[in-house]
């Protein structure tokens, strides 16, 4: 786990007054919230289980794409590290062998991510949905 440092009043409201101010009405105007300036309250609408499709939508068991590219430069900067400190059994591999295998790691990584985007694409010529919400 991570330490969470407390957030700053000053913090607070500068979020506070740009969702009310500004983003809460755009998403009640697109009919995604139903937002009451009045009374302070926000809900979601129906139409806000569309946008589902633009969220980055991770299984339990799973991580995202983004954390899996993380995860791998610094396995791959340890691997580096390795070979350039010379460390015991990274000093047996010739640095262009080294270079090939994390050539190799990113270019494998990137055609599997290619082909479960494309096999998570929707419609298929790959248009997205539309924006538009039924009212």
Known sequence: MFRQE???YD???RVYTALRQS????????DIV???DREGT???TDAAAKLDVYIDVVPHEDISWSTYYAGLGILCAGFVSGLWLGVTPFSAIPPLV???VITVLFTVSALVHARYDRRMR????GTPPSMEVDR
Do not use: E, Y
């Open 23 to 30: 983003h809460l009405p755009k998403l009640d105007d697109a």
């Open 6 to 8: 407390a957030v700053t």
């Open 42 to 44: 926000v809900a979601l």
């Open 98 to 100: 080294g270079a090939l």
């Open 34 to 36: 139903s937002f009451d």
């Open 122 to 125: 929707l419609g298929s010529d």
């Open 11 to 13: 913090q607070r409201m």
